[in-house]
């Protein structure tokens, strides 16, 4: 069961688990690939309620993304201990495991978007790409780019990060927490 929520009413529990983590799930075909994130902002643009979210260059997430335009940003609430499910799902590429049934992730089908929800992470908001844009590397501070974009790092490990990010613009389409029933 969904119970609707009004996002705007559980910002504060949304900004706060994502630098602890919260899943980006995505869809395309029949293939789901669900991956950590700890960069995001949840705002207002182009007078729409807006979840933007900020995934790498070279990650098969990025790919999926692309070829699907929506995705699910699903985060932990109530007692939900979800650090198993938050490490694995960022240190495990899509590209070559199936994280949902690697977890045994519970998939919850969508109202509006091809992307699931994932009941052990319950509060779901449904989004679409609107915009997305890759971060200008020329305008990154120098002291943010040796922190955050060293260039010693192959970008084919999924653990990399000298490549840049994308950011997406998604507008929120539906905001619910998934409840048992």
């Not at 979840?51 to 929506?70: H, K, P």
């Not at 490490?87 to 509006?112: F, H, I, P, Q, W």
Request: aromatic share 8%; proline share 4%.
């Amino acid at each position: 069961m969904k119970r609707e929520i009004i996002v705007t009413d559980y910002a504060n529990e949304i900004t706060a688990a994502i630098p602890r983590g919260v899943l980006v799930t995505t869809k395309n075909g029949d293939k789901v690939n669900c991956m950590t994130i700890g960069w995001g902002t949840l705002g207002t643009m182009w007078s729409m309620p807006m979840m933007m979210i900020y995934i790498r260059e070279g990650r098969f997430t990025r790919q999926m993304l692309d070829a699907s335009g929506d995705f699910t940003l699903n985060v932990p609430f109530g007692d939900a201990n979800v650090k198993k499910i938050t490490a694995y799902c960022g240190a495990k590429s899509g590209r070559n495991t199936d994280k949902v049934k690697d977890l045994g992730l519970t998939l919850v089908e969508s109202d509006l978007v091809q992307a699931p929800g994932i009941a052990e992470l319950p509060l779901t908001l449904e989004c679409k790409v609107l915009y997305r844009q890759l971060l200008d590397k020329n305008a990154v501070p120098e002291e943010i780019k040796k922190a955050m974009y060293p260039e010693h790092v192959d970008s084919s490990n999924p653990m990399a990060n000298c490549d840049y990010h994308y950011c997406y613009y998604g507008k929120i389409l539906k905001s619910y927490i998934i409840e048992q029933e």
